[in-house]
């Protein structure tokens, strides 16, 4: 997250943050920063998730971060999720359990 946020300092701070999906029973929680440039995904509970869906929101993304990558992964048998390095359009998003997503809209 340091170094996401260090790469694009003022893209990162500007801008609204706007809640997309908010608390739920799943315990996933989105929002944006820079007016929609980065979403994050945090996944508070067990449950990983392969496919899922906020509110709608679809569009074409790139993966900056995932906890379930093998350098963030504390369960090194929990599989990697991923949507890919390059820009990708999307509808749905893998969250692992207890993890979190970094993407940005291209």
Do not use: C, H
Request: a neutral charge; glycine letters at 10%; hydrophobic letters at 40%.
């Amino acid at each position: 997250m340091i170094q996401i946020r260090e790469s694009d300092v003022t893209g990162w701070a500007q801008g609204d943050s706007i809640p997309i999906y908010s608390w739920n029973q799943n315990r996933v929680f989105a929002f944006t920063r820079n007016n929609g440039k980065y979403l994050i995904i945090f996944n508070f509970g067990g449950t990983s998730f392969d496919n899922y869906g906020l509110n709608g929101l679809s569009g074409t993304y790139k993966e900056l971060a995932n906890t379930s990558w093998p350098a963030y992964r504390l369960d090194i048998n929990a599989p990697e999720k991923t949507i890919g390095s390059n820009y990708v359009s999307v509808s749905s998003f893998a969250i692992p359990a207890f993890g979190a997503v970094v993407l940005q809209k291209q």
